[in-house]
């Protein structure tokens, strides 16, 4: 499997892998705080049977100056976690609750605590930084420090949205909040992996204090989850708990419009992806020939709006081929790229791990700020197979958008590393885990091409890194085309191609409604290490076609599927997967569930 197994398998330690399979089935106990008691009588056996006369712990917490009744309600709310010792113990000595804390007081600690463990979190990965460091060293730090700011904004938010948020809203706010706790989870793990070829002993020093922040986060997604259950049976809503495990969605997702577009963007925002292009307002021209207001990318970005404009910004990006390393940064909103056309309009770079940087920071085209949209142009790495990871585009934006794109790289071409994202009719082309990371991604109308790799690689579409059950993440790739580019098809036969394998325990990834060209091995998945997440991921395909299409010779692990009904496979559109802020907004178009 060599080095590169290293390089997104090392997390992944036995030890790890032990601790995070005890307990993954989540048991549902949870109280009401004695406010809503009177109105949720269907709920008080669950709190009873959740109560324990421990004398010990109840000496303990009323040291502390809580009560008894406070002290069972963490016990309910952290029963429903993957840690639930370490959130009993992490609440308990908290000190913010008071005596009556309810489901959404005890919710709202937990993320407190959260953001309390990151900030010790970045001051510690601050003290590692000294004179000397090498370029490996010093690049995994500064992704640490960018992973834990944006983790602290994403917890933030949380905490925000949840002040704002009862107990019986929770249904209608639950995504947005899974949502940013799966991305604040995804980042912890973001920043170890980039010590995995550095000297010294970051990676030990880090590594407690990032598994703490993430256990910390998980319990806060997994309470999240059971109060939306909760107060979704409370309400009398048909979709139980058992039909959510079932469905591995969350809940309240909003549908498509007929041409794919996920309904969370504006009625503005669809007529900037539909063409002509030339009728759009443009606010800034990029032309290397200096007859536009910029002669780079990256000077164009810096002019941009800052601090989280809910303005569109569009800068068109004239054809020419851009040798820039461009950063569209988190406080950056509504950012839009319009090129002249796929390989008309290229942004090209070479970064890569071979060569010194991070995975995380070799990508040509990175973007974290909110709702980007790129259309009509192409996002490429040009390092080749023989420097291993080289990214091509990077994307940590969330309800962001990419229409009729080219995206071309060898190993881990395109990272869809966190948030809600949208690629339609774009070609995608690389050779190992070409798209990979943690994101809540649909892939629709695409072309995903794979490449001549190195002698004795595998092939990989797809290394999805879903670290824990709770997280609404996974990679969905539906009606799109999935075949050999022309270098490749004359000696296919000669390297092995895999619809993907699972990069972390609770890897997610469905294709359906898509061709599947006959260079995929009749077994159509691969492992990773062994047993590795083999009966904990999940793969689905349903009603694919072309000859490798047949499923008799799949694999049989217990993670993988066939879907068979309509109603499953539906769960995994753009409509159903991709949930955004508003529902339906008015675009005069008639709004579909997605499937074909």
């Known amino acids: 499997m060599g080095w590169k197994n290293i390089s997104h398998g090392e997390l992944n330690d036995r030890s790890e892998q032990h601790t995070r399979r005890k307990g993954t089935k989540r048991i549902l106990a949870i109280p009401l705080a004695s406010a809503l008691i009177i109105g949720a009588v269907i709920f008080l056996a669950v709190g009873v049977q959740g109560h324990d006369n421990e004398r010990a712990k109840d000496v303990r917490t009323n040291r ?28 308990l000595s908290f000190g913010g609750l008071y005596s ?13 605590v959260g953001i309390l463990a990151v900030e010790k979190a970045k001051e510690q990965a601050r003290s590692l930084s000294r004179p000397g460091l090498d370029l490996r060293q010093r690049g995994a730090l500064h992704d640490c420090m960018e992973m834990f700011d944006n983790t602290l904004d994403q917890l933030n938010d ?36 980039g010590f995995h070829l550095c000297k010294g002993d970051f990676k030990q020093d880090l590594n407690g204090q990032l598994r703490y922040v993430s256990n910390l986060v998980s319990n806060s997604l ?28 969350s809940k309240d997702f909003i549908a498509s419009d007929d041409e ?27 032309a290397m020939d200096g007859s536009g207001d910029h002669r780079s990318i990256s000077a164009a970005v810096a002019a941009a709006p800052d601090q989280k404009s809910k303005t569109r910004h569009v800068i068109h990006i004239k054809a020419g081929v851009y040798e820039e390393n461009i950063e569209i940064q988190k406080s950056k909103h509504n950012i839009m790229f319009i090129g002249d056309g796929k390989d008309q309009t290229v942004i090209t770079g070479s970064r890569n791990v071979h060569d010194g940087s991070t995975t995380f920071d070799s990508a040509t085209v990175a973007v974290t ?28 934006s969330d309800l962001s958008a990419f229409y009729r794109c080219s995206i071309k790289g060898y190993e881990d071409t395109l990272y869809v590393h966190s948030l809600r994202q949208f690629y339609r009719d774009c070609d995608i082309y690389g050779t190992v885990d070409f798209i990979f990371g943690n994101a809540a991604v649909v892939l629709q109308n695409c072309n995903l091409v794979a490449r001549k790799p190195l002698p004795k690689q595998k092939i990989m579409y797809a290394a999805q890194g879903r670290q824990d059950p709770n997280q609404n993440t996974g990679i969905s790739i539906h009606n799109c085309r999935l075949t050999a580019d022309s270098n490749l098809a004359a000696v296919k036969s000669s390297f092995p191609a895999y619809l993907g394998r699972p990069w972390r325990e609770y890897s997610r990834t469905v294709i359906m409604q898509s061709y599947l060209d006959d260079l995929i091995q009749p077994a159509g998945w691969y492992e990773w290490a062994g047993n590795f997440a083999l009966d904990t991921l999940y793969y689905g395909e349903y009603l694919n076609m072309g000859p490798r299409a047949p499923t008799a010779n799949r694999v049989k692990w217990r993670g993988y599927h066939v879907i068979k009904t309509s109603w499953e496979a539906s769960q995994f559109t753009v409509g159903q997967f991709i949930q955004g802020n508003s529902w339906l907004p008015s675009t005069g178009v008639q709004y579909s569930s997605g499937l074909i």
């Open 369 to 396: 700020g909110k709702q980007f949209i790129a259309r009509d142009m192409t996002f490429q790495n040009t390092a080749g197979p023989a420097k291993h990871q080289a990214v091509a585009l990077r994307v940590g």
């Open 100 to 112: 009556e804390a309810g489901p959404m007081e005890i919710v709202n600690a937990a993320v407190s």
């Open 222 to 249: 997994a309470m999240v989850c059971n109060i939306s259950d909760k107060a979704n049976q409370g309400l009398g809503n048909a979709d139980s708990l058992s039909n959510r495990r079932r469905r591995l969605l």
């Open 158 to 193: 949380t905490l925000s949205d949840l002040h704002n948020t009862s107990f019986w809203s929770m249904p209608k706010h639950a995504a947005d909040l899974e949502t940013r706790l799966s991305a604040a989870i995804t980042n912890q793990y973001t920043c170890l992996e």
């Open 64 to 91: 502390l100056g809580w009560g008894k009744s406070t002290s069972n309600a963490v016990k309910d709310a952290c029963s429903s976690t993957l840690h639930p010792k370490l959130c009993a113990s992490s609440l």
């Open 260 to 286: 794919g577009f996920p309904s969370w963007m504006s009625a503005e925002d669809r007529r900037l992806l539909r063409p002509p292009a030339g009728s759009i307002k443009v606010n800034a021209v990029v």
